[in-house]
């Protein structure tokens, strides 16, 4: 039985680059004294679903090995932008976008770890390894050990250079991250890097540099994990311009509810293993209680309530279910002021005022949620635009008729738009 194998059925990991070496750590060494890593680019200002992969990979090493775990913000090579998976050039962000990234992604891996107990961890911002070296000092200390044959010959600089090309910027990301990992293992102690499997190899230029710089300190490795992809291989979390940010002040629970409910069986029972610490035998009782009554869609709903008690308050997978109860039913009529201030801070929610002449398609546009009235009048016709569950038939629909569908205590009232999409408004007059 190999080391890694207790963790097959979760399908996280992908390759590892020495599981000999992997063992030699643990036969000679305190455990407590290695540390390891993931990095973390600060190209958006939260970190999204897709990031919880990591964070549940350095909560399963640090169980099994005792390893300590270290989290590279990278504020040095954020700027520069790493060119994996991308089939063009990224747009560099400015310094002071970075900054800001920078300090929101520290404070929700903070926040993670602590709602997933990984505990005695580092957080380390790339950006002060590279303070103090001069330019002479890099080319004479690190660009002599890498061979731009075998840089050349990286997939992800290989598919680059068959489409789009890549300019020398990005074809660089894979020195400093290789460079990270240099100077991690010897301040560090830091023996091995995970990273997604689009990272291998850059995992494999630090292996190789650390092995030509430091021969005392040369035994590391490094572990891919798989990709937090859909059924069409689209990597999930920043997905249809709404990143799932994994921030309830971002992300309402009603939303990650709905996402998680409506997800197919296949991918509900991958995220399940993938995003949740559900132990294998539980995973188990829910399979099969999922392959007697799938109807009852057992997977989807484990996930979303796993998911919203660890990274959500304690009372968010009961107030997303009764919500969506309310929602599915569509008896507005018996929401009340508190349920409705509720809905406020779980569907996208405006407060508008119409002129006497003004359409709600009107606003609508204006506010974005609908692009034309082309658009507008293909739903009317579909009969797919509802106010408070009142098919809406005619584009011209006034304030006046608006008036007729609201409570006029509370003057809210929720616009269903297609099949999905639902948005809670407040009329001012």
């Known amino acids: 039985m190999t080391m890694m194998k207790k963790f097959n059925w979760r399908g996280i990991f992908k390759d590892i680059t020495s599981e000999e070496v992997l063992k030699g750590i643990i036969a000679r060494e305190d455990s407590k004294k290695v540390s390891f890593y993931v990095g973390i680019d600060p190209t958006g200002p939260e970190l999204h679903l ?19 775990p270290i989290f590279i913000i990278g504020g040095f090579t954020g700027s520069i932008g790493d060119p994996s998976g991308k089939t063009s050039e990224r747009v560099l962000l400015r310094e ?24 005695d961890y580092l957080i380390i911002n790339n950006k002060t390894f590279y303070e103090g070296i001069s ?4 080319y004479r200390d690190f660009g002599k050990h890498f061979n731009v044959n075998r840089m050349l010959a990286k997939d992800m600089v290989k598919k680059r250079l068959e489409t789009t090309g890549i300019s020398y910027t990005e074809f660089s990301y894979q020195l400093f991250q290789a460079i990270d990992f240099f100077f991690l293992n010897k301040k560090h102690n830091c023996k091995l890097q995970i990273g997604g499997s689009d990272q291998w190899g850059n995992i494999l230029s630090g292996i190789e540099l650390i092995g030509k710089t430091n021969s005392i300190n040369n035994n590391v490795f490094g572990i891919t994990t798989n990709l937090l992809v859909d059924e069409s291989g689209k990597k999930i979390g920043k997905s249809e311009g709404q990143p799932l940010w994994v921030n309830e002040d971002l992300v309402p629970s009603y939303r990650f509810y709905q996402y998680f409910f409506n997800l197919s069986d296949v991918l509900a029972e991958d995220l399940l293993k993938k995003l949740t610490l559900i132990k294998e035998e539980e995973y188990l009782k829910i399979k099969i209680l999922h392959q007697e009554a799938p109807h009852q869609r057992f997977f989807q709903k484990e996930l979303a309530k796993r998911f919203l008690d660890t990274f959500y308050n ?9 919500i969506s109860q309310w929602l599915f039913k569509r008896e507005y009529e018996k ?8 809905l406020e801070t779980q569907l996208p929610f405006f407060t508008i005022a119409l002129d006497d002449e003004e359409t709600i398609v009107e606003k609508l546009i204006s506010l974005k949620i609908i692009s034309s009235k082309r658009e507008a009048s293909e739903f009317i016709n579909q009969k797919a ?3 408070n569950n009142e098919v809406i038939e005619e584009i011209n629909f006034s304030k006046q008729n608006l008036k007729k569908l609201i409570n006029n ?10 099949k999905k999409k639902k948005y809670l408004f407040k009329l001012e007059n």
């Open 385 to 387: 635009m509802k106010i």
């Open 335 to 342: 929401l009340s002021l508190d349920d409705y201030k509720m």
């Open 409 to 418: 205590e509370s003057s809210y009232f929720i616009v269903d738009y297609g």
């Open 135 to 138: 330019i002479i000092d890099f």
């Open 314 to 322: 304690v009372n968010s997978y009961q107030n997303a279910v009764d």
């Open 96 to 119: 002071n976008i970075i900054e800001e990234n920078v300090i929101n992604i520290e404070k929700r891996i903070n926040y993670l770890c602590d709602k997933l107990n990984i505990k």
């Open 50 to 68: 897709g990031h919880l992969l990591p964070f549940i990979s350095v909560k399963l090493i640090q169980e099994e090995f005792n390893f300590k």
